[in-house]
């Protein structure tokens, strides 16, 4: 099984937060489909035939792209490699791209499942975050995608904004029952560097995201997703019994997958590599045929490394006695000593040899996952 994901770089303005690789312009929109197609032509032996059961249309801001185009790219996948006759076709979008006529174009066209960037149901919090949509425009194209036929939906939502209450959030989570959401992803706001976001609070003109309030929404947010039965299968993604994201559960799981576009990175159980973050360059590359990408092969530390701080995102949890059976007794008895502290500070749990983050551990996850890396050094003989 593999996965086949797809970067479209073009937004209609950048979210203050984003730090995608991705253009506020749609100058080289127009026929983009046949730079990804040429592009799967040139990549079609990297999965070695390994059957597709996923496909994710990702950004940027992909449904900023015609139903025609992305149903080339589909079609042209089915030819280049053996598509799952139930594959789960993913496309990102924004809500004020998606009205009733374009969503039942990207049904026949066979997306079958959205990942809609709400972020929030507060006009407030969405000027904040310069999105473009309104609190009504998120309601309204979750109503139209079920009138499309795309009942497969997913939401995102973020949370630790500045303004947003709890009652506030409280309200943003209440529209995943109202609306009948099987799936909904939620952040915390992280000030990334060099993002608009992070300029903005140098420059002293937004308020920086309170990290007690982050901590608040949360809890808020494990309590809500227990009551109402979603599955908190992953860090920041929840679930109803049976749906899962199946492309993104493949990231967490080391399954393969082929990246097309600008910036987009590909994985085949050996070596990882990227494409250029570079529009221009890349639309030059394909146009030449000659298609240029950085490339590692991964070490044993670098496959142990991945495979905690995946598993540890994970409701599975990290496997002590798959670190024995992959990587050996040094391995081993290194992590168990180093998770060993973390379980005696209530931030992981072990059951039968398999550690989870606790609730309070999923606050810290990247400093005790960090913390629980090897390096080279560390295991050389």
């Known amino acids: 099984m593999a996965g086949i994901y797809i970067h479209v770089p073009f937004c209609r303005q950048k979210c203050h937060y984003c730090n995608f690789f991705s253009l506020a312009s749609k100058k080289y929109i127009k026929g983009f489909e046949k730079f990804l197609i040429t592009e799967l032509a040139l990549q079609r032996d990297y999965l070695s035939g390994s059957e597709i059961t996923s496909i994710y249309f990702g950004g940027g801001t992909p449904s900023l792209m015609d ?15 053996v598509l799952s006759p139930d594959a789960e076709i993913t496309l990102e979008a924004n809500p004020d791209d998606l009205n009733l006529n374009y969503l039942k174009s990207l049904y026949s066209s066979g997306i079958n499942r959205l990942s809609i960037g709400i972020q929030s149901f507060h006009n407030a919090d969405l000027t904040w975050l310069n999105r473009v949509h309104s609190s009504e425009q998120a309601e309204s194209c979750i109503k139209m995608a079920y009138e499309s036929g795309i009942s497969n939906l997913s939401i995102d939502l973020i949370y630790g904004i500045p303004g947003l209450t709890t009652a506030k959030w409280d309200y943003n989570l209440s529209k995943l029952e109202q609306f009948n959401i099987k799936h909904f992803s939620a952040y915390w706001l992280t000030v990334e560097s060099k993002t608009a976001l992070d300029q903005l609070i140098r420059k002293k003109k937004v308020e920086e995201p309170a990290e007690s309030l982050g901590i608040e929404h949360f809890h808020l947010l494990k309590q809500w997703a227990k009551e109402h039965d979603f599955d908190h299968y992953e860090i920041s993604n929840f679930c109803k019994t049976g749906f899962q994201a199946r492309h993104n559960t493949a990231y967490w799981t080391g399954q393969s997958y082929l990246g097309l576009g600008p910036s987009a990175h590909s994985y085949n159980g050996i070596s990882r590599q990227w494409n250029v973050a570079n529009l221009e360059q890349y639309r030059s590359e394909i146009s030449s045929g000659n298609l240029q990408f950085e490339k590692e092969i991964l070490t044993e530390v670098q496959f142990y490394n991945e495979y905690v701080m995946t598993s540890l995102r994970t409701n599975k949890g990290c496997d002590s006695g798959s670190i024995r059976e992959r990587f050996g007794d040094k391995y081993y008895h290194q992590f168990v000593d180093l998770a060993g502290f973390y379980y005696s500070e209530g931030l992981l749990e072990s059951h039968n040899g398999i550690y989870f983050l606790t ?10 996952t960090t913390d629980l890396f090897q390096t080279d050094d560390n295991n050389e003989d």
């Open 67 to 81: 139903s025609y185009g992305l149903k080339l790219i589909i079609d042209e996948i089915s030819k280049c490699f």
């Open 359 to 368: 609730e309070q551990g999923m606050l810290l996850a990247d400093h005790i």
